[in-house]
């Protein structure tokens, strides 16, 4: 017995990672993955994205190693991506950047940031940078959201998509917890549509 405890310890990582499969899978046995819609998210195509260069060059050895160690790959959304929630047309248009879901690096071997959280993390961070969404029409917008709100799309879209109920509300309470960081940077910087 000591000899597990020790190594689940050694391993913690591992751990971690195992009892969040459990608890998740025990989630899932009392039927609350099931097919409704929670916000009506619907797209017909996966956005077409351009990966940017991690900046890299000319930062010097230890500078180099941080950004490698820390940093996150980029995306370019390189087409007008279209998609709905709730029956209303909306658009991330071409040339808006994001990383991803925001994802702790240590984490990244088991949740990639361009993984089932893709599609969430692309209308999470758009929505984070402008506090409102872009219709289709691209003259019209949801109207200001809060964080809290923007926090909730992305949980709920994230639902829908990969059915991982327990995995997006721990990305949910993530986001609560420590997404006020970037709001706070975006509302700073006043982005504008």
């Known amino acids: 017995m000591e000899f597990i405890v020790d190594q689940l310890v050694t391993w913690w990582q591992f751990t971690v990672v195992g009892i969040l499969i459990i608890l998740g899978f025990i989630i899932n046995l009392f039927g609350v993955d099931q097919d409704d819609d929670i916000i009506g998210f619907e797209y017909s ?15 010097g050895f230890w ?3 941080w950004m490698w ?11 007008d991506w279209n998609y709905k929630i709730g029956g209303e047309s909306y ?3 071409a040339g808006f950047k994001f990383d991803g879901a925001s994802i702790p690096k240590f984490l990244h ?6 993984g089932v959280l ?3 993390g692309l209308v999470h961070d758009y929505a984070y940078k402008y506090a409102t969404l872009l219709k ?15 926090d909730e799309i992305f949980r709920d879209i994230n639902i829908e998509q990969n059915g991982f109920h327990f995995l997006n509300k721990l990305a949910y309470w993530a986001l609560r917890i420590g997404g006020f960081m970037a709001w706070n940077s975006h509302r700073k910087v006043n982005s504008k549509i």
């Open 45 to 59: 195509d996966m956005p077409k994205l351009k990966p940017l260069r991690i900046p890299t060059a000319g930062k």
């Open 63 to 65: 500078g180099a190693l």
């Open 69 to 79: 160690l820390t940093g996150t790959r980029h995306w370019e959304v390189a087409e």
């Open 91 to 93: 658009v991330i248009p």
């Open 109 to 114: 071997t088991w949740l990639s940031p361009t």
């Open 118 to 120: 893709l599609m969430g």
């Open 136 to 150: 289709s029409n691209k003259k019209s917008t949801m109207g200001d959201i809060d964080q809290k709100k923007a």
